[in-house]
């Protein structure tokens, strides 16, 4: 069997060695919560950066939230910044999708969910040669993805989904524009769905969340289907509390990563509307202004997890909202001598977070290139030729990144 290759220009497993190394030499500067550490160890080393960071207001803050790369901010953070740049640049295959399509497949599909589908399925059929026998989506929903690709092509289509009513409602729609295609109710992370993965298919799957997009990795190399192409989602959505990297390289790898460090790369918020944004900063500066007073009032300089509480907690102001948090814990804590200053305090601490966290937000892109190049080279240790690359831009998802893969047959030898 000839070598798996990757994109020309790009030597995918000098890459992840790199990423490896300066994830790990930093490790310090993103791996520190300024949610739950008041003071992170590297405000000691790098001075300066701390109290600029510090200074700045939670607008700033939020201002720079998705772009802290462009921040003029003391030295190391440019250079950092740079350092990210180079490390995950990839091919831009984004474009404007496919045209003519009937408005019947873009129907119950909200606009910016369509064109995530669109751009992904364009992209796709563009890095193959030619599609397969049939089409299956994997945790299809009701099999947007895979009704769109089927209708371009001709094929069939396999929907695996474990929700029965999405599954019906997405027989449903497939009538409705004449697609042949197949709705089974099936947990993707049981040997029964595994079993339907043949080698004729090309296995796609949008945003499907960690351990579901790793396990379609996994069968769909071993039952050496004959194209991938994955687009993954929340990372930290695995099994355990350690991350078990998938290739040689990664195993071999200096960086160990935990469940919560697989958090980092999805901080990112595109889509929230002001009211949800809203009502989360209100939420989180009053859980820090509670912290600032069971650590005070305790005497113990040590960080009480909080439970969600529902919004109608809010409405009750901010004294039964900590009180709430303090019975929780067990604890009968004296009142602060001005709620309404702690409250301050609260937003204040939430301004230093947020603009504490811009320093760990240059490690979001890294980190997740890290943990698609350890998908990538699995598959080329499989026999698949792998390519990485955008499908849309940035602020239609900030999880829009895609592998494509397409398994390497023997050629055959003519007889002599």
Known sequence: MPAATAEAGIDYAARFAELDAWLHEHQALWRGKPFTTPVLPWEA???ELAAWLRARTLEQAEAAHNHPQLLNAPEPFANLARQARELTRLPDWSGAGPAEIPERLTRHIPGRKWQQITRFADCTTRQWQQPTGEWLDWCAGKGHLGRLLAWQGGQSL?????????NRAGEVLGA??????RHVDADVLTPAAWQRLQPQHSVVAL???????????QQAAAQGCAQIA???CCYNRIEGREYQPLSTAA???QLRLTRDDLGLPLQESITAGQRVRRLRDQSMAWRLAFDLWQRETRGVDHYLPTPSRPESALSQGIAHFCRDLAA???????????????ERRGWQRLAQVRNLELLPGLFRRPLEIWLLLDR????QEAGYQVRLGHFCEYQLTPRNLLLTAEKIRPQSTPML
């Open 328 to 342: 929780h814990h067990q604890l009968q804590l004296p009142d602060p001598a001005s709620w309404e200053q702690l």
């Open 207 to 217: 945003h499907a969340c960690g351990q579901l997009h790793m396990t379609l990795l």
């Open 158 to 166: 396999l929907c695996l989904e474990r929700d029965a009513a999405l």
């Open 230 to 232: 994955i687009s993954p």
């Open 176 to 181: 409705e524009v004449g697609i042949s295609s």
């Open 45 to 47: 080393e790098l001075p």
């Open 251 to 253: 195993r071999y790898a």
């Open 376 to 379: 990538a080279l699995y598959l």
